[in-house]
């Protein structure tokens, strides 16, 4: 890491935090320390590149290191190859394969650095530098250090989530000393709290001056305060002292509004609405999405699922086309052919729609037995009855919903015409199901009763739309929400969840529920139903295909995924506080007697963090390895 000396701070207007800073003034280039700090403006221009420069890494290579490594979303290859242009290098992630010189590790650990370089250099330079000259009080500038004191712990706690102990930990702007990693003469365990004991002691000493309901857009108090939090609940995780007790405290303070007025949101679509850093009360911190210069229908949450031809479904003019590379971890297995279900072939092997969805007795659930899983199976894990599993819609006045493509893909979300892919399932018709599998029988790999992400086709797996497409028509045309980090319903369910560790298993349901509640319908949430021949009770109380009755460690765990699902924060360490990320079962993990299953049933535990990458080691000889991966065998 080179903590950089001087900020290339070329501002554009798409890196502009929308209503909170004026972007509007002159671009600046390199600039030296002696010069480009003259105004408040000026200030701020430098914090948003800040800010810019981390959403950038979280939107994407964060993204990858927490969702792909986990349970719900997966990296497909067809037909046992690599996907497109990546040669399969984010393939080892959903398959727990990496090591130190995988191209995704080292891309990873480089993107940390530079947000963090930025953040010293701010630091180290506006302390240096009057409050008078710039136009501002010293309670002022004290504000904006300490605001940028806490993204640097932001910026700190999500590299060291993933690499741990190795990570250096260093304030200094000096780049003739090489940082040295923060176990250094330590033990990897010591070098976790050493990090930990840190982070904590930055954020207590700059909550003061931090804003109280302020800017989402800004680090606030409630968002200093919820940093602390995840580093209180994941403690046992990171460093063996379970510190559940006191997270439990911090939680409901800031529930209870000693931090900002915040509240759940009765539209769980108001969290993800082109206007959410305005209109959600829920919302504690968010990254800005520009409303003139980011109309992105590739945005990281949604591009990867959707397919080259999707535009037509969202009956949009948006040039650019979906990655067609991920979708949800699926729920059945392949003992019966999904797709079959819903097309058939001619003697020329031309297909035709039979019906538009699948008949979900025709395979086993993941979540039955034989194989009684707990973890991936996405689909299957909602209540049927969840608003969330409509297929996805809009129209012209911005009014949407709906998280999840499945069956038979019609364009002008579903009322139009036939849809049909391309690549491997070129001029046959888009069907998207609850499998992943080569269901052609093309290629080197049969139909198994349990696949792999190695044998996806076109049509394999559900594709997420959590986040709005707009329709064509709507004055929003594809623009991004703002990309919310921090929200009221994760401290809600980071109680319950200290609540559940105590034995409060009853009362914790309830703290959840308070946030499941705006899910359902009235009717739903309190009454029973039958539904696709299945009995339900009230959804309040309503456990999910394949789970106990009771409220218990496997039920919290799964909540966190569903609410939480794509959100790219938090999947894999959620699974590493309930040791479950390398010795718990889902889909293709944790069968090894499966016919073709290929990877072993419990991984080895070093995949609990990621290792140094074999090129940051080779440059700085003060980095330590983090000693999991110092083993001969990779």
């Not at 939090?229 to 403690?235: A, F, G, P, T």
């Not at 019906?355 to 009684?372: G, I, Q, R, S």
Request: aromatic residues 14%.
């Amino acid at each position: 890491m080179n903590a950089i000396k001087k900020f290339l701070v070329t501002i554009i207007s798409g890196l502009a935090l929308t209503g909170c800073f004026d972007m509007t003034e002159r671009p600046y280039t390199l600039l030296d320390a002696s010069n480009y700090f003259t105004d408040e403006n000026s200030i701020k221009q430098v914090i948003a590149h800040i800010y810019a420069q981390e959403q950038s890494d979280l939107s994407e290579l964060y993204w990858y290191a927490q969702e792909l490594s986990a349970d719900q979303i997966t990296w497909r290859s067809w037909n046992g190859g690599s996907w497109g242009w990546d040669s399969g290098d984010k393939f080892v992630l959903s398959t727990h394969t990496w090591n130190p010189s995988s191209n995704y590790v080292n891309r990873i650990w480089n993107g940390a650095w530079t947000a963090i370089g930025l953040c010293n250099n701010f630091i180290t330079d506006l302390e240096a530098i009057s409050a008078s000259s710039l136009g501002i009080s010293e309670a002022q500038k004290r504000a904006y250090i300490d605001e940028v004191r806490t993204f640097r712990v932001y910026c700190y706690y999500n590299v060291f989530e993933v690499f741990g102990g190795v990570i250096p930990l260093t304030t200094s702007t000096d780049t003739s000393i090489l940082p040295v990693s923060a176990m250094d003469g330590m033990t990897f365990e010591e070098g976790c709290k050493k990090i930990c004991d840190w982070m904590i002691d930055e954020l207590d000493d700059a909550l003061e001056s931090l804003a109280v309901n302020g800017s989402v857009n800004r680090c606030n108090q409630a968002m200093n305060r919820m940093i602390k939090m995840r580093i209180l609940l994941n403690s046992e995780v990171f460093t063996g002292e379970a510190r559940f007790g006191e997270c439990k405290l911090l939680a409901k303070d800031i529930i209870d509004g000693k931090f900002g007025s915040y509240a759940i949101a009765d539209d769980y679509k108001s969290i993800y609405s082109a206007n959410n850093n305005t209109e959600c009360k829920e919302i504690v911190f968010a990254f800005s999405s520009d409303v003139v210069y980011n109309k992105r229908s590739t945005n990281m949450r949604n591009g990867p699922f959707m397919s080259y031809v999707f535009t037509a479904y969202f009956n949009t003019k948006e040039e650019h086309a979906g990655w067609n590379c991920c979708c949800v971890t699926p729920s059945f297995d392949n003992s019966s052919n999904f797709y079959n279900q819903c097309v058939s072939f001619d003697a020329n092997g031309v297909a035709s729609v039979v019906k538009d969805m699948y008949d979900k007795e025709l395979a086993v659930c993941f979540l039955d037995a034989p194989y009684n899983d707990k973890l991936g199976a996405v689909m299957e894990r909602y209540d049927p009855r969840d608003i969330r599993l409509v297929a996805p819609y809009n129209d012209a006045t911005g009014n949407w919903g709906g998280h999840f493509m499945k069956g038979v893909m019609y364009s002008d979300f579903g009322k139009g015409d036939l849809q049909f892919a391309d690549a491997d399932r070129d001029g046959q018709p888009l069907v998207y199901v609850d499998q992943v599998g080569n269901f052609q029988g093309k290629g080197e790999h049969p139909l198994q009763v349990v696949e792999n992400p190695r044998w996806g086709e076109t049509n394999s797996g559900i594709r997420a739309a959590k986040y709005p497409y707009y329709h064509i028509d709507s004055p929003y045309n594809f623009c991004d929400p703002d990309v919310v980090e921090f929200r009221l319903a994760e401290v809600y369910y980071t109680y319950a969840e200290c609540l559940l560790r105590e034995g409060n298993n009853n009362e914790a349901k309830s703290w959840v529920n308070q946030v499941r509640k705006r899910y359902f319908s009235a009717n739903d949430w309190t009454n029973g139903s039958t539904v696709d021949g299945r009995s339900l009770t009230g959804a309040q109380d309503q456990a999910p295909r394949g789970f106990d009755s009771a409220f218990d460690e496997d039920r919290m765990l799964s909540e966190w995924g569903i609410e939480f699902f794509d959100e790219g924060h938090r999947r894999r360490t959620d699974l590493r506080r309930f040791d479950k990320f390398t010795q718990g079962q889902w889909w293709f993990f944790g069968r090894a007697t499966e016919v073709g299953y290929d990877l072993p049933a419990k991984r080895d535990r070093k995949y609990e963090w990621f290792p140094v990458p074999d090129r940051a080691m080779a440059a700085n000889p003060g980095l330590t390895q983090n000693p999991a991966y110092l083993t001969a065998a990779e």
